[in-house]
């Protein structure tokens, strides 16, 4: 299956990152840090260019502490970036980001150059949270689904200092399909873009290998060998009471529990990728992309070669 969702906002969004970026000295990505590689926008970084950002890992709490450790080390590497681990809902940690912001870019401050700030990162990622919680007050709408923000908005958190918040926005082609999965596991796509029994199934396939002790606990297995990713959501299903007629498991039920309860943190703090994980699954997407290419490029050549005039 492939998932994918760029719905028409989306464009009117990318349209005003580029309008905004013009004026903009510091970028601020919030990442989900259950999925820091899969949820940065690879569009929005052709965008930035060399522009300085902080990568915000979001949703610290619920991510594994020592993949945390690893995703900080791989981003704070790359040129010209910071990364720091939020809880977007806690204050004093939030008001760290604007000192991360005139240490990005210290020549900015005071009346005649204020810090501009623009904010972004996929849906559901938690911008409107951390926004309220910059200001100490409601002021973004926020919601557990993707899509809440659908316009620009601007936020005075100090004489000098102006954030920028743009709607969620992923792009146009998911090219890595173990993002694609991960990313709907998330909550950053729209329910109508993907099958949640597969993607149950696949964050349940990925949760066994590596954090086998939460789907024991939380769901009360006396084992996770039941056979394949399926039976896994049946027994699941089981457990809890989703029944049909004749005894048969309602496995759609059972999916909306596990990813109702993955996104709540209820299966223990679990990260779905390694920075090595997603490097790898990029490099196959980019050569399996190269090949495609190749080969419409090779059938293009034998076409014009058929009608060529002798």
């Given at each position: 299956m492939t998932i994918q969702w760029f719905p028409g906002h989306m464009h009117l969004t990318r349209k005003a990152i580029t309008e905004r970026l013009d004026d903009t000295d510091v970028v601020i990505e919030l990442l989900d840090a259950r999925l820091p590689g899969s949820s940065a926008n690879p569009l929005l970084a052709s965008l930035i260019g060399a522009k300085p950002t902080l990568k915000v890992l979001n949703k610290q709490d619920l991510a594994d502490p020592e993949r945390n450790a690893l995703w900080l080390a791989h981003y704070n590497a790359q040129p010209r970036t910071r990364a720091v681990l939020l809880d977007a809902s806690e204050i004093a940690p939030a008001q760290k980001l604007i000192q991360a912001c005139f240490e990005l870019d210290p020549g900015r401050g005071g009346m005649v150059k204020p810090m501009r700030v623009l904010i972004c990162g996929i849906p559901n990622v938690g911008k409107s949270t951390l926004i309220n919680s910059l200001v100490k007050k409601r002021a973004a709408h926020t919601g557990d689904e993707a899509g809440i923000t659908r316009r620009e908005q601007r936020v005075v958190l100090a004489d000098d200092f102006y954030l920028y918040d743009t709607p969620g926005m992923l792009w146009p082609r998911i090219g890595v399909p173990e993002s694609g999965y991960r990313l709907a596991a998330s909550g950053a796509v729209g329910r109508n873009a993907y099958d949640e029994q597969d993607v149950a199934m696949a964050l349940l396939g990925y949760l066994r290998g590596h954090y086998a002790a939460g789907l024991l606990a939380r769901y009360k297995l006396p084992s996770l060998d039941v056979g394949n990713d399926e039976a896994l959501l049946s027994a699941i299903g089981s457990r809890r009471g989703c029944l049909q007629g004749k005894g048969r498991v309602d496995l759609q039920k059972a999916a909306e529990i596990v990813l109702t309860e993955y996104r709540g943190g209820l299966l223990g703090r679990a990260t779905l990728?390694?920075?090595?994980?997603?490097?790898?699954?990029?490099?196959?997407?980019?050569?399996?992309?190269?090949?495609?290419?190749?080969?419409?490029?090779?059938?293009?050549?034998?076409?014009?070669?058929?009608?060529?005039?002798?």
């Amino acid at each position: 299956m492939t998932i994918q969702w760029f719905p028409g906002h989306m464009h009117l969004t990318r349209k005003a990152i580029t309008e905004r970026l013009d004026d903009t000295d510091v970028v601020i990505e919030l990442l989900d840090a259950r999925l820091p590689g899969s949820s940065a926008n690879p569009l929005l970084a052709s965008l930035i260019g060399a522009k300085p950002t902080l990568k915000v890992l979001n949703k610290q709490d619920l991510a594994d502490p020592e993949r945390n450790a690893l995703w900080l080390a791989h981003y704070n590497a790359q040129p010209r970036t910071r990364a720091v681990l939020l809880d977007a809902s806690e204050i004093a940690p939030a008001q760290k980001l604007i000192q991360a912001c005139f240490e990005l870019d210290p020549g900015r401050g005071g009346m005649v150059k204020p810090m501009r700030v623009l904010i972004c990162g996929i849906p559901n990622v938690g911008k409107s949270t951390l926004i309220n919680s910059l200001v100490k007050k409601r002021a973004a709408h926020t919601g557990d689904e993707a899509g809440i923000t659908r316009r620009e908005q601007r936020v005075v958190l100090a004489d000098d200092f102006y954030l920028y918040d743009t709607p969620g926005m992923l792009w146009p082609r998911i090219g890595v399909p173990e993002s694609g999965y991960r990313l709907a596991a998330s909550g950053a796509v729209g329910r109508n873009a993907y099958d949640e029994q597969d993607v149950a199934m696949a964050l349940l396939g990925y949760l066994r290998g590596h954090y086998a002790a939460g789907l024991l606990a939380r769901y009360k297995l006396p084992s996770l060998d039941v056979g394949n990713d399926e039976a896994l959501l049946s027994a699941i299903g089981s457990r809890r009471g989703c029944l049909q007629g004749k005894g048969r498991v309602d496995l759609q039920k059972a999916a909306e529990i596990v990813l109702t309860e993955y996104r709540g943190g209820l299966l223990g703090r679990a990260t779905l990728e390694t920075p090595d994980e997603f490097l790898g699954w990029v490099a196959v997407a980019q050569a399996a992309e190269a090949q495609r290419a190749a080969e419409k490029a090779a059938k293009e050549a034998a076409r014009k070669g058929r009608f060529k005039a002798p």
